[in-house]
């Protein structure tokens, strides 16, 4: 988890290469109450003008664009959720490829204005993801660090379909992280060149059906505590931790409307990170 060894997502400035996370939105049917919620949990600042109207609404840290939300549309079947958006120099060769290695599109390829392209998919697990073409609105203009996004994660108990989807579909080279001894785990890395981009992971046999399928967003905090007890006030929901690992301070939750996030603090580390298979 967590690419800092060997680069990261760069922002505007150099762009980002096909396959690499390059924005995530929240789909709310409240718009203000998200806005209430993310602004106070991770310090946030908000296109006023565009939230007052009740449309899509950019989020900034330190001025600088690192997630937007999204209201839900009448009829829309996708319940509140945080999707992430891979970068794609063309997002109608990109949906083709869904199509060929069985996936589904839940929106068509479409410009917005002279944002950019995007549309919205599903891989045969049933893993909702997004994909962007850059125009005027390149994508996140701050990664890794506090208040943005940092990682993400690829949540599915069917990992064949992933595992053969994914890769078809974008530039990745899989790795897989090792066990320990004792200890029954199926986590790959994605890596677009020598840079990770995102991981595969299977919940044990005994997670709760709602731990699958989707892909998780973390975003980065300073003080991965703090935030949990925030989310809690606010009306948030903790599903797991705070957690130590040797890629931070980690938590689980959802806003109060039910989308789900994660949160890590990666100036707190514990252990050695494990090996990962050439």
């Not at 096909?18 to 600042?45: I, N, S």
Request: glycine content about 14%; charged content about 20%.
């Amino acid at each position: 988890m967590a690419g800092q060894d060997e680069g990261h997502a760069e922002g505007p400035a150099g762009g980002f290469p096909e396959g690499v996370p390059c924005w995530a939105d929240a789909t709310l049917p409240d718009l203000r109450a998200g806005k209430a919620f993310y602004g106070e949990l991770f310090g946030w600042t908000f296109d006023e003008e565009a939230a007052a109207e009740g449309r899509y609404t950019q989020a900034f840290a330190d001025g600088q664009p690192v997630a937007g939300l999204s209201p839900q549309l009448p009829g829309q079947e996708v319940p509140p959720a945080w999707v992430l958006y891979y970068a794609s120099p063309d997002v109608g060769a990109t949906a083709n490829r869904i199509r060929e290695h069985g996936g589904q599109l839940l929106a068509e390829p479409m410009d917005v204005g002279d944002l950019g392209a995007m549309l919205l998919g599903w891989d045969p697990g049933g893993v909702l993801f997004g994909v962007w073409q850059p125009g005027r609105h390149p994508g996140f203009g701050r990664v890794d660090a506090n208040g943005a996004f940092v990682w993400s994660e690829v949540v599915t108990r069917d990992p064949a379909a992933a595992d053969a989807f994914f890769p078809g579909v974008f530039p990745f080279r899989a790795r897989r992280m090792e066990s320990e001894p004792g200890e029954d785990m199926d986590y790959l890395v994605w890596n677009v060149g020598d840079r990770m981009v995102g991981g595969r992971y299977v919940p044990p046999a005994d997670a709760p059906a709602s731990a699958a399928p989707r892909i998780e967003v973390y975003y980065a905090v300073p003080d991965c505590d703090a935030a949990v007890r925030t989310a809690e006030r606010l009306g948030g929901t903790v599903h797991s931790g705070p957690t130590d690992s040797p890629f931070g301070r980690m938590a689980a939750l959802s806003d109060p409307q039910g989308a789900s996030l994660s949160v890590i603090d990666v100036s707190t580390t514990r252990g050695e990170p494990p090996r990962m298979e050439p």
